[in-house]
């Protein structure tokens, strides 16, 4: 039976991993719409798109790797 600690530091583990991800969809979502306003208003559509790139290849790593080391720790947990 888990203790009230564990449960606690379970919640935050899911609470930081929930948080990456919906960060994630949310910057995507942002840049996405600055991809559309740079052609809509003739700006320059390729420096939106590599930062774009470049931004987006951020926040997937960070979100991916916290994930790694979520599903790690949680399957270490069950081997003990």
């Not at 929930?18 to 996405?32: E, Q, R, S």
């Not at 790690?72 to 947990?77: C, E, F, M, R, V």
């Amino acid at each position: 039976m888990k203790t009230a600690r564990a449960r606690i530091v379970f919640f935050f583990q899911i609470a930081s991993l929930m948080g990456i991800w919906f960060l994630f969809m949310g910057i995507v979502f942002w840049l996405a719409n600055s991809m559309k306003l740079a052609i809509e208003f003739h700006d320059a559509p390729r420096a939106t798109l590599g930062i774009t790139v470049l931004a987006m290849l951020v926040f997937i790593t960070l979100a991916g790797v916290l994930t790694y080391v979520f599903v790690g720790l949680q399957l270490g947990k069950k081997k003990e």
